[in-house]
T-cell receptor
Framework: KAGVTQTPRYLIKTRGQQVTLSCSPI?????VSWYQQTPGQGLQFLFE???????NKGNFPGRFSGRQFSNSRSEMNVSTLELGDSALYLC?????????????FGPGTRLTVT | AQTVTQSQPEMSVQEAETVTLSCTYD???????LFWYKQPPSRQMILVIR??????QNATENRFSVNFQKAAKSFSLKISDSQLGDAAMYFC????????????????FGKGTKLTVNP
């Protein structure tokens, strides 16, 4: 079974631009979560989606948004990029099976804002 | 809100030796999951081990085991017979067990511990 895929893997943008990152979950997974990882703040939860609905959102400004499609693929968008948005963006997909819980992460998208 | 604390920013261990990474957490919930994730230089986050809070027995996965002390809110990871491939960042994470349609699977992570394995 293929793992979680994220595209692109690396991205360089200029301050003020916007960017869209994509995440394809493992087949059969309906839940997708996004995390931002920076050296200073560590791993911070951005938002999660289940069946095309945003279930939860982290403490990030409105410039950060996302959506999920009917095939469970998810995109996140950051508008008006700031230097501080430079980070590794990780996507994770999951399913809940009784008491068993597995969350699988993708390889991440490294965003650099100059 | 839940918090996870990893008090050891860096640890080192000799190959074939045993090392223990510490993690404490704070929550008012009675049922939850705890995880240890490994992030090697490739940046791929890999699940190492999982513990359900309602289970008394400590989880074990091959050379990896945990010491789960619910009353003390402590969740340490022991790596036995350390190998060079164990070198990575290790993150402790918490997730509420209350997950139904419309609930959250949000993970709360600690800051991580960088483990170096010396040959």
């Amino acid at each position: 079974k293929a793992g979680v895929t994220q595209t692109p893997r690396y991205l360089i943008k200029t301050r003020g631009q916007q960017v869209t990152l994509s995440c394809s979950p493992i087949s059969g997974h309906r839940s997708v979560s996004w995390y931002q990882q920076t050296p200073g703040q560590g791993l911070q939860f951005l938002f999660e989606y289940f069946s095309e609905t945003q279930r939860n959102k982290g403490n990030f400004p409105g410039r950060f948004s996302g959506r999920q499609f009917s095939n469970s693929r998810s995109e996140m968008n950051v508008s008006t990029l700031e230097l501080g948005d430079s980070a590794l963006y990780l996507c994770a997909s999951s399913y809940v099976l009784g008491s068993t819980y597995e969350q699988y992460f993708g390889p991440g998208t490294r965003l650099t804002v100059t | 809100a839940q918090t996870v604390t990893q008090s050891q920013p860096e640890m080192s261990v000799q190959e074939a030796e045993t090392v223990t990474l510490s993690c404490t957490y704070d929550t008012s919930e009675s049922d939850y999951y705890l995880f240890w994730y490994k992030q090697p230089p490739s940046r791929q986050m890999i699940l190492v081990i999982r513990q359900e809070a309602y289970k008394q027995q400590n989880a074990t996965e091959n050379r990896f085991s945990v010491n789960f002390q619910k009353a003390a809110k402590s969740f340490s990871l022991k790596i036995s017979d350390s190998q060079l491939g164990d070198a990575a960042m290790y993150f402790c994470a918490y997730r509420s067990a209350f997950v139904v349609e419309g609930g959250s699977e949000k993970l709360v992570f600690g800051k991580g511990t960088k483990l170096t394995v010396n040959p």
